[in-house]
T-cell receptor
Framework: GAVVSQHPSRVICKSGTSVKIECRSL??????MFWYRQFPKKSLMLMAT?????????EQGVEKDKFLINHASLTLSTLTVTSAHPEDSSFYIC????????????FGQGTRLTVV | GESVGLHLPTLSVQEGDNSIINCAYS??????FIWYKQESGKGPQFIID?????DKRQGQRVTVLLNKTVKHLSLQIAATQPGDSAVYFC???????????FGTGTRLKVLA
């Protein structure tokens, strides 16, 4: 299957700083990328959907100014957690879909964010 | 046996036995379903998928059953192995939005 790479896999940051997480599709062009958040022992919660070249669509309850998403190219989307706080600590996972009309999406390996 | 804890329900099976993991989905309009395996600290790994025009699909050691009448999905793993220990999630997708909605997940523990 297609490969989606997330970087970094782990990051620790201080409260008040911002952290950027990258999601890259390595062998295909991703028209749509999704960002999820996963709490310990919980399921994946969709945060936002981003289409290349347009603004991301955020799910209800997700602060768009807190979680900045940029999908500037067909192979890269970034999630920036701004002014991070300890409650933002979580596992963040991206997925990418190759083309419109195709349902299958491929998942990155996730990023463990710890805010201290 | 199966137990429901405070968080993820857990299914414990003996090595070599068959496992059945169940999932109830919410949207009757969902037309594509996927089972994922997630190991600790990793992203979801695709296992098997099924479209709504089918009620059964088989892969290598795995079978997915879909019952649209009761909005139920199951994953059967034959001859469960220690490497199958993980958390399993079902995902429902509606082709109108292509959003993935994940189920609550089930932790599978394989006992030696």
């Amino acid at each position: 299957g297609a490969v989606v790479s997330q970087h970094p896999s782990r990051v620790i940051c201080k409260s008040g700083t911002s952290v950027k997480i990258e999601c890259r599709s390595l062998d295909f062009q991703a028209t749509t990328m999704f960002w999820y958040r996963q709490f310990p022992k919980k399921s994946l919660m969709l945060m936002a959907t981003s289409n290349e070249g347009s603004k991301a669509t955020y799910e209800q309850g997700v602060e768009k100014d807190k979680f900045l998403i940029n999908h500037a190219s067909l192979t890269l989307s970034t999630l920036t957690v701004t002014s991070a706080h300890p409650e933002d600590s979580s596992f963040y996972i991206c997925s990418a879909r190759e083309m419109t009309g195709v349902a299958e999406a491929f998942f990155g390996q996730g990023t463990r964010l710890t805010v201290v | 046996g199966e137990s429901v804890g405070l968080h993820l329900p857990t299914l414990s099976v003996q090595e070599g036995d068959n496992s059945i993991i169940n999932c109830a989905y919410s949207n009757s309009a969902s037309d594509y379903f996927i089972w994922y395996k997630q190991e600790s600290g990793k992203g979801p790994q695709f296992i098997i998928d099924i479209r709504s025009n089918m009620d059964k699909r088989q892969g290598q050691r795995v079978t997915v059953l879909l019952n649209k009448t009761v909005k139920h999905l199951s994953l059967q793993i034959a001859a469960t192995q220690p490497g199958d220990s993980a958390v399993y999630f079902c995902a429902e997708i509606y082709s109108g939005t292509y959003k993935y909605i994940f189920g609550t997940g089930t932790r599978l523990k394989v006992l030696a």
